[in-house]
């Protein structure tokens, strides 16, 4: 059997596990001259405690 080996354990550094709080939110749209599909990128920060599929959702709601 082949050995399973990360390329953590070949460098001998422990990778450490970090919780990111910023996701990258797309909105898309149509340009009100030429009617082109535009797409508008925005860092959302996520609180702790929440989800981001939650803080997506009040994003939403609060646009429509």
Do not use: W
Not at 7 to 16: A, P, Q
Not at 51 to 62: H, P, Q, Y
């Amino acid at each position: 059997m082949a050995k399973k080996q990360s390329f953590s354990d070949k460098t001998g550094r422990k990778t450490e596990v970090k919780i990111k709080n910023h996701i990258k939110l797309i909105r898309s749209g149509r340009s009100d001259k030429t009617g082109a599909l535009r797409f508008n990128e925005e860092m959302v920060h996520i609180p702790d405690g929440k989800s981001a599929a939650v803080v997506v959702k009040e994003l939403l709601a609060k646009q429509a």
